[in-house]
């Protein structure tokens, strides 16, 4: 266990009193629906990208992603190759498109909204749906970031993993009820740029020798730690193994809470500079979190994982073996940056969709601004009691929760956004078929193993969704005129709007 100390608590505590005031600030600036759920459509380039990295990366790229490479090797390069790729082609594919046609679609906050806007959904079954998905999958979603602020604080203060995780929720509870999506934005630049920092500082100071010595001894450790075909028992990686890892980065086309930044930009202009920054931030942390679970070996008297009972603590291990205890504490605040960053946007994705897609939808739809940013500031505190209850388990593993998330909004929205942004004669059927197949598949899927159904659940929801939209559609006849119309004023904005 890392030693408590005041320098510690002390770097704790002041980071926490700057994200509070943050918080605070913001909401002096939130008004409406708008700007608690999207910010006012006003962040810049760098809070863009930096907000969508954040919390994207969560929790799990500094003790998640470290622990798999810590005890897989190169094994783990496949996953993390396979979200570059996806976070570059959702920057480069959707976010332009989406900002302008969620704008043009009477300004939808929501994704549920959008695409019930979109395909001119009267009876709001997809705008309803949608937002159960949402609900279902973020409760597990944000719980990864619960348990992770637990083995945080159960970490580095020795505290009694309950409490642990009591204390990281209010934390992330306490600034997201107040400022909304302001608070977060802000706070994800913040966020952002520590666990980049943390994530270059830690390897490189602990990777005394360079790699030519570290690669010499994992390879005297474990030759197969340096192999990425195969496992770290020298068993050839097989192509369901390696397929599932390469398919995280279909996921991303389906995050409700990274799309949230697409739409949250200021301007079209500035996505192709917040593009570039995101996948150049991306590519630094990811190296970085998976350097660290390669030098973290090291730190450790065995080839795999034997003397450390849970891996994903390998980050907090390695900067109390390197460093002062007051940078110790500056570089373990990243690891807080990074859990309050995504949990932070999940409650507020999961407020919006009870808020704008159940509240005002099914219950009063003469709801006022302030009556609707009420029940958002209300469903915050809801949905983290019930993904804190979900999180209180110990032996939870941080990217266990993510994987099934990730997958469950990768399949159920990535084909939907994607063919509703670019397929003019999708229809609402075909939409509503697509969400629904796409996310009962996960659920399912998840449930079965052997053979075929080793394959991660992202793979064949994805799949059966695409198909889904494509066969409905068509079975079911061309979309309304006035889908088709609207369709067509969208691309037109694309060429005309800032």
């Given at each position: 266990?890392?030693?408590?100390?005041?320098?510690?608590?002390?770097?704790?505590?002041?980071?926490?009193?700057?994200?509070?005031?943050?918080?605070?600030?913001?909401?002096?600036?939130?008004?409406?629906?708008?700007?608690?759920?999207?910010?006012?459509?006003?962040?810049?380039?760098?809070?863009?990208?930096?907000?969508?990295?954040?919390?994207?990366?969560?929790?799990?790229?500094?003790?998640?992603?470290?622990?798999?490479?810590?005890?897989?090797?190169?094994?783990?390069?496949?996953?993390?190759?396979?979200?570059?790729?996806?976070?570059?082609?959702?920057?480069?594919?959707?976010?332009k498109?989406?900002?302008?046609?969620?704008?043009?679609?009477?300004?939808a906050?929501?994704?549920?909204?959008?695409?019930?806007?979109?395909?001119?959904?009267?009876?709001?079954?997809?705008?309803?749906?949608?937002?159960?998905?949402?609900?279902?999958?973020f409760?597990?979603?944000?719980?990864?970031g619960?348990?992770?602020?637990?083995?945080?604080?159960?970490?580095?203060?020795?505290?009694?993993?309950?409490?642990a995780?009591?204390?990281?929720?209010?934390?992330?509870?306490?600034?997201?009820?107040?400022?909304?999506?302001?608070?977060?934005?802000?706070?994800?630049?913040?966020?952002?740029?520590?666990?980049?920092?943390?994530?270059?500082?830690?390897?490189?100071?602990?990777?005394?020798?360079?790699?030519s010595?570290?690669?010499?001894?994992?390879?005297?450790?474990?030759?197969?730690?340096?192999?990425?075909?195969?496992?770290?028992?020298?068993?050839?990686?097989?192509?369901?193994?390696?397929?599932?890892?390469?398919?995280?980065?279909?996921?991303?086309?389906?995050?409700?809470?990274?799309?949230?930044?697409?739409?949250?930009?200021?301007?079209?202009?500035?996505?192709?500079?917040?593009?570039?920054?995101?996948?150049?931030?991306?590519?630094?942390?990811?190296?970085?979190?998976?350097?660290?679970?390669?030098?973290?070996?090291?730190?450790?008297?065995?080839?795999?994982?034997?003397?450390?009972?849970?891996?994903?603590?390998?980050?907090?291990?390695?900067?109390?073996?390197?460093?002062?205890?007051?940078?110790?504490?500056?570089?373990?605040?990243?690891?807080?940056?990074?859990?309050?960053?995504?949990?932070?946007?999940?409650?507020?994705?999961?407020?919006?969709?009870?808020?704008?897609?159940?509240?005002?939808?099914?219950?009063?739809?003469?709801?006022?601004?302030?009556?609707?940013?009420?029940?958002?500031?209300?469903?915050?505190?809801?949905?983290?009691?019930?993904?804190?209850?979900?999180?209180?388990?110990?032996?939870s593993?941080?990217?266990?929760?993510?994987?099934?998330?990730?997958?469950?909004?990768?399949?159920?929205?990535?084909?939907?956004?994607?063919?509703?942004?670019?397929?003019?004669?999708?229809?609402?059927?075909?939409?509503?078929?697509g969400?629904?197949?796409?996310?009962?598949?996960?659920?399912?899927?998840?449930?079965?193993?052997?053979?075929?159904?080793?394959?991660?659940?992202?793979?064949?929801?994805?799949?059966?969704?695409?198909?889904?939209?494509f066969?409905?559609?068509?079975?079911?006849?061309?979309?309304?005129?006035?889908?088709?119309?609207?369709?067509?004023?969208?691309?037109?904005?694309?060429?005309?709007?800032?």
């Amino acid at each position: 266990m890392i030693e408590s100390s005041y320098a510690i608590s002390f770097t704790f505590l002041a980071y926490l009193v700057v994200m509070l005031g943050i918080g605070l600030y913001a909401y002096k600036r939130t008004s409406s629906s708008e700007d608690y759920f999207l910010g006012g459509r006003s962040l810049g380039p760098w809070p863009t990208a930096l907000s969508a990295g954040a919390s994207d990366m969560s929790g799990w790229l500094l003790l998640g992603l470290p622990g798999y490479a810590f005890a897989a090797g190169l094994e783990s390069f496949w996953i993390a190759g396979g979200l570059f790729v996806g976070t570059w082609l959702n920057w480069l594919i959707c976010a332009k498109r989406l900002r302008t046609y969620s704008i043009k679609a009477n300004n939808a906050l929501t994704l549920p909204d959008f695409l019930s806007i979109r395909f001119n959904d009267k009876s709001k079954l997809i705008q309803t749906i949608s937002a159960l998905f949402i609900l279902l999958f973020f409760l597990f979603y944000t719980s990864s970031g619960l348990v992770a602020g637990g083995k945080l604080f159960e970490t580095v203060f020795g505290l009694d993993y309950t409490y642990a995780v009591v204390i990281g929720t209010v934390c992330v509870v306490s600034y997201t009820l107040f400022g909304g999506f302001l608070a977060v934005a802000w706070t994800d630049l913040v966020q952002g740029l520590m666990m980049s920092a943390a994530l270059v500082i830690v390897p490189l100071v602990a990777l005394d020798g360079g790699w030519s010595e570290l690669s010499s001894t994992l390879m005297a450790k474990n030759p197969d730690l340096l192999n990425i075909w195969t496992n770290v028992s020298g068993e050839p990686l097989t192509a369901i193994g390696i397929i599932s890892l390469v398919a995280w980065g279909l996921g991303y086309f389906g995050q409700p809470h990274i799309l949230a930044r697409f739409k949250a930009s200021r301007s079209n202009k500035d996505i192709k500079t917040a593009r570039r920054i995101a996948v150049i931030w991306t590519f630094i942390s990811m190296a970085g979190a998976l350097l660290i679970g390669l030098v973290g070996i090291n730190f450790v008297d065995s080839s795999l994982s034997g003397n450390l009972a849970d891996p994903e603590k390998i980050f907090m291990i390695l900067v109390n073996a390197v460093f002062h205890p007051v940078v110790a504490g500056i570089l373990l605040a990243a690891i807080l940056a990074a859990i309050m960053s995504t949990a932070d946007s999940q409650l507020l994705v999961s407020s919006s969709a009870l808020a704008e897609d159940f509240y005002k939808q099914l219950f009063n739809k003469e709801a006022t601004q302030k009556q609707i940013v009420n029940v958002g500031r209300f469903a915050v505190v809801a949905i983290s009691i019930v993904a804190l209850v979900l999180a209180l388990n110990p032996e939870s593993s941080v990217l266990g929760l993510v994987s099934y998330a990730w997958a469950g909004f990768g399949a159920a929205f990535g084909p939907a956004i994607l063919l509703s942004l670019f397929w003019r004669n999708m229809n609402r059927n075909g939409a509503l078929a697509g969400i629904v197949i796409g996310g009962v598949t996960v659920v399912v899927w998840k449930q079965l193993t052997g053979g075929i159904f080793d394959l991660y659940e992202i793979v064949p929801g994805f799949l059966l969704s695409t198909i889904a939209i494509f066969v409905v559609s068509l079975a079911t006849g061309a979309p309304e005129e006035s889908v088709t119309d609207s369709f067509d004023e969208y691309e037109k904005a694309l060429d005309t709007m800032d």
